[in-house]
């Protein structure tokens, strides 16, 4: 079977990749690795969510089950005192929970800006260098190129360092508070049986 001719006239090549598109094509592919732990992390969250609502429906039902056949008020009152000093814990268990994902997704993403990002900013200071070779004054433009990269490098390790402690400090008061509570509860319930 014959083909149908062509209708440009220049033929087909293959394009030429630039250290700039190299660089770029890994940044793309850092970028879409990320999205693709995030979403993970939405699948997580979405996963645990759903299973915290089984979980919380079950028991529900169980305790109006028991509710509705018991007789004994100060048995419906050591229920309900039960239900409440289990619930800080089991919120303290489900906000940990959550924390290990947004954790887990905070060191993909250094990983991926220190492999990833790294290789293409040496990329680029390669790219700019080849390119102003033997140019005149190009040792500036070059230096200026590094002194850029270095801004950027030193921003985001400030953004990072605040991040990780900000993550830390929020992990660290998200169980202070859930013992807090938990204690409290525990005190209260133990008013409620005296």
Do not use: C, W
């Not at 220049?10 to 990320?34: E, F």
């Not at 004994?72 to 239900?83: C, G, T, Y």
């Amino acid at each position: 079977m014959q083909q149908a001719p062509r209708l440009d006239s220049k033929p087909h090549r293959k394009p030429i990749m630039t250290p700039h598109a190299t660089s770029t094509n890994a940044s793309v592919g850092t970028i879409l690795g990320l999205a693709g732990k995030a979403v993970e992390g939405a699948e997580t969250l979405a996963a645990l969510n759903l299973q915290t609502l089984k979980t919380l429906m079950a028991e529900s039902q169980e305790n109006s089950r028991i509710a509705s056949t018991t007789r004994d008020p100060a048995e419906l009152i050591k229920l309900q005192a039960a239900a409440l000093q289990a619930a800080p814990l089991k919120a303290l268990a489900y906000g940990r929970q959550v924390q290990e994902v947004f954790a887990s997704f905070g060191a993909a993403r250094r990983v991926a800006y220190k492999d990833g990002i790294a290789g293409a900013q040496a990329k680029f200071l390669e790219a700019v260098s080849t390119f102003f070779n033997n140019a005149p004054g190009s040792e500036r433009i070059v230096a200026l190129a590094q002194s850029a990269v270095d801004a950027s490098n030193k921003a985001y390790e400030g953004m990072n360092t605040a991040s990780k402690q900000l993550s830390d400090t929020l992990a660290a008061n998200t169980t202070k508070v859930g013992e807090t509570v938990a204690q409290g509860s525990s005190n209260a319930s133990a008013k409620i049986e005296v």
